[in-house]
Every structure is written in C-alpha cells, then in structure tokens.
C-alpha cells in the first residue's frame, strides 16, 4: 500500500518538521529558516507542504533560499537526501504544466486560469513578462512548444530548481503509520494508494475531519483555504494546517511533529 515512488516514507523519524506553503515570501521564509537552522538537530526529518512558488515576487530567491537550507542539512547533520521531503502543491503541479504547455489541448483558457491563481508570479521572476505568454499561448503547437524549450533552459541556470521540479512528491508518512504529511487533502474514501489529485485541489470538509484516516491520527497540511481556527486547540484534532489564510497574509506557519503525530512546537515568520 504504502511502496509507491510517489510517497516516501520517513524512516526512524522521531521528530519531523514541517513547513507550510510559502507562496515566495522570501523574507518571511528566511525567517523561519533561521528558526530550524538554530534547533534542528541529528535524526530530525524536514517535509516542505508545496507551495514553495506561486503568488510572490520572489519565486527564483525563495526556491533557492529552500535548496541552500536543504543542502546545508544534508551536509551538517549526515542526512539522506530522503530525510528531506518536497510535496507538490497547486503552484507547483500548476508550474509543470506551463512547462507542457505545448501538450494542452487549449493553452489560451489554461494559461488564463492559471494566472489567475498566481502562476504568473512565478513565470515573472524567471524573466517571462505575463503579456509575453499569453500572447505565445494563442500561437501554434510550434511557437509554444519553443517557448516552453527556452523556460526550461531558463530554469536550468538556477542550481537545484530543475531537480526540485522533477522530485515533488505526493505525500510523506512516519514509518509509525501516524502522522501523514499533505498539500492541501486526502480523499478519505480512499486509501492512499488510490488518491487523485486531492492531495493538492483539496477535499470537500476535509478539516473537519474528526476522525482518523486509516491508521493515520494526525494529518498535517500546508494549504487551506478558508479562515478559521485550525491553529487552536491543534494537540487534540486530526487535521493540523499550517497556514494562515488569506493569500495576501505573508506569514508562513512551520511546525515539529513527534512520528506519533504530537505536536511538539509551532511557530511562525516574524
């Protein structure tokens, strides 16, 4: 159930942090960034919950701000490169489809509405103007197909970002089987090996969740998209979200889980 390539499994993972999406805010992720630097320590785990791009000004210096955090612990604390964890979110699934989008059966309508959901912001920090794709996307297979080669090139002179985008992962999981780490949702009737695309679209009431999934007792999220008060009282729900809606809030929640899914600490950027 459990072995597909699309999910790893955190082994002899005593205690997992996890980040939030952070949408670009360069600033406030360097924040937090300093936090798990100053107390992550040997035998922690790191999961990034997607969203690491999108809507900001900042998608190039953000991403590789992420890769020089992972590189160092990697580096200082004798990690495997497993014990750091990339999930996809919406912007990045979105993302690699404008890398495609030569393949779309309708690039123009595409294009469009992944503007509107912040893919521009991160095109931009690439150095495509959003006029100049738009303007592409009503052109032939040929021309967009010319374009998407030279937007892969581009990605190419930025270290790490090219592996980032090819190494997203569905979910991630301690090897306990109790506590689950997504994007945005899981469809609870079904198991994990036959989810869709709800790990990063959501599912309908998902945080009320008010019982476990599976053998999963907590599920710890990155996005979620209406305001509430997931954050309170969190120890004793199943789903744990660590974000702060609205989209125009920079903040960037991050947390530390023990692998039986109690919480340990929860902070967010300054």
Not at 1 to 25: C, D, N, P
Not at 166 to 192: C, E, M, Q, W
């Amino acid at each position: 159930m459990y072995t597909q390539s699309r999910f790893v499994e955190l082994k002899y993972s005593k205690k997992i942090w996890a980040v939030g999406s952070i949408h670009s805010h360069f600033d406030s992720f360097n924040s937090i960034k300093k936090y798990i630097l100053k107390h992550f320590i040997y035998g922690d785990k790191l999961v990034f919950l997607g969203n690491i791009v999108g809507f900001g000004k900042h998608s190039t210096e953000t991403l590789s701000s992420v890769i020089n955090l992972r590189n160092h612990l990697l580096s200082n604390f004798i990690l495997k490169t497993q014990d750091i964890v990339f999930l996809r979110g919406a912007q990045e699934e979105m993302f690699l489809k404008l890398l495609q989008l030569q393949t779309a059966p309708n690039p123009q309508d595409i294009v469009q509405w992944m503007f509107e959901h912040g893919v521009d912001k991160t095109a931009n920090s690439y150095g495509f103007s959003t006029e100049e794709i738009i303007d592409v996307s009503n052109q032939g297979t040929l021309s967009i197909s010319r374009w998407t080669t030279k937007l892969n090139k581009i990605i190419d002179k930025f270290p790490g970002h090219k592996e980032y985008f090819s190494n997203l992962y569905h979910a991630a999981f301690s090897d306990t089987k109790k506590i689950l780490f997504v994007n945005r949702g899981v469809d609870i009737s079904r198991p994990l090996s036959a989810q869709s695309d709800c790990f990063w679209w959501g599912y309908q009431n998902f945080s009320k969740l008010n019982k476990p999934y599976s053998t999963f007792v907590k599920i710890v999220r990155g996005y979620e998209a209406s305001l509430n008060d997931s954050l309170n009282n969190i120890q004793n729900k199943v789903v744990c979200s660590l974000y702060k809606a609205p989209l125009t809030n920079n903040k960037i929640v991050a947390g530390l889980f023990s692998d039986s899914g109690e919480v340990l600490d929860l902070f967010e950027s300054k």
